[in-house]
């Protein structure tokens, strides 16, 4: 029941949870760049604001950067996805077949039935209103993540030997301050070595979907980069996306498969470089993080696909720190 109930809540009050987890997860990985401007002798207040300053300058630029030749494919789309019928002719027959047998059952349907169906209306809210209603709700948690987050670095520390002070015991003080160190080095160095190794990808994606005559190769580097974050999911929407993009592109099956299957190159190469760096305490049950993708996605949307995997780390730590102190 208790599990349950903390589902129900996590899932209710996700707009107050997701920038929180976000703020703290962010702070893991922005921490070392504070704490290296205070052995500059720069006060963590002020060098708390530059980092966060350099760090939403470099995401407003790349969104910006981003936003029109994304447009520009969001825009085209549904005019380009009707030409790949003509170029997948190898299925072609076999989209028809499927067409005639919804069109046979939906004919079954509609001549077995002779109470006339009723249409059912269900007005919604307005449409200006749900624009409102969720602009507002998104500039609250982007205001509310990166106030926390400043808090976090610039007073992360002294939060904690404050709490120290007051706590109860002085074993349980002990495992707390240990569990939130060490999920700040471990944690923080994976979201570093992470960051590194997918904007090399990006870079690679970018530069090969040049070569090959691919349209706006920085997207699809950027959108590598990205989507890397998540594993095995993230991968799979973007061979499917650079396999959709190359198919309105190009017209032989050869240049079509070109562009996805150097993807998946990379992303095996890939596979093998990340445990050099990352080291076998990083590694978790692959069936485990899936799992806890979807269920992080079901619970917080994208936001929680993205954070499936340094909040199962914090949980895998915290696990490990208990365990340890009870065996000791």
């Known amino acids: 029941m208790f599990i349950i109930s903390m589902g129900v809540v996590l899932y209710l009050a996700k707009s107050i949870f997701i ?4 703020a703290i997860i962010a702070s893991f990985l922005l921490a070392p760049a504070v704490n290296h401007l205070k052995k500059l002798r ?26 029109d030749p994304v447009g520009v494919w969001i825009e085209r789309l549904p005019a380009e996805l009707r030409h790949i019928e003509d170029k997948l002719f190898l299925f ?53 993540f990166v106030m926390l987050l400043y808090f976090l670095l610039a007073f992360g520390d002294s939060t904690i030997n404050s709490a120290n002070r007051y706590w109860g015991s002085q074993n349980s003080s002990a495992m707390v301050i240990r569990i939130v160190t060490t999920a700040q080095q471990q944690v923080g160095h994976y979201l570093l070595l992470i960051t590194a190794i997918n904007i ?24 590598a980069t990205i989507l890397n974050y998540i594993p095995y999911v993230g991968v799979a929407i973007n061979i499917v996306i650079i396999t959709l993009v190359s198919s309105l ?38 069936i485990l993080i899936f799992i806890f993708i979807l269920f992080l996605g079901w619970l917080w949307g994208v936001a929680g696909i993205f954070m499936a995997v340094p909040v199962l780390m914090i949980m895998k730590i915290v696990f490990d720190q208990t365990q340890a102190r009870d065996s000791a």
């Not at 920038?19 to 976000?22: E, N, T």
């Not at 207040?45 to 790349?62: D, E, N, P, Q, R």
């Not at 072609?92 to 209306?121: H, L």
């Not at 090399?200 to 997207?219: E, H, Q, R």
Request: negative net charge; charged residues 10%.
């Open 42 to 67: 720069i006060p963590s207040t002020v060098g708390s604001f530059l980092i966060l300053l350099l760090f939403s300058t470099l995401m407003v630029t790349a969104i910006n950067y981003l936003a």
């Open 19 to 22: 920038p929180i987890v976000l």
């Open 92 to 144: 072609k027959s076999s989209i028809a077949n499927m067409r005639e047998t919804t069109d046979k059952f939906g004919e079954i349907a509609a001549t077995g039935s002779n109470t006339p169906a009723r249409e059912v209306v269900l007005r919604g809210p307005n449409l200006l209103y749900v624009l409102l209603d969720n602009t507002q709700s998104f500039l609250v948690s982007v205001i509310s």
């Open 200 to 223: 090399s990808l990006g870079i690679l994606v970018a530069l090969i979907m040049w070569g090959l005559g691919m349209p706006n190769p920085i997207v699809w580097g950027a959108s």
């Open 249 to 286: 592109t190009f017209n032989s099956i050869g240049q079509i498969l070109l562009p996805p299957l150097a993807l998946v190159l990379l992303n095996l190469l890939e596979e093998f470089v990340l445990p050099l760096f990352v080291g076998k305490m990083f590694i978790i049950d692959p």
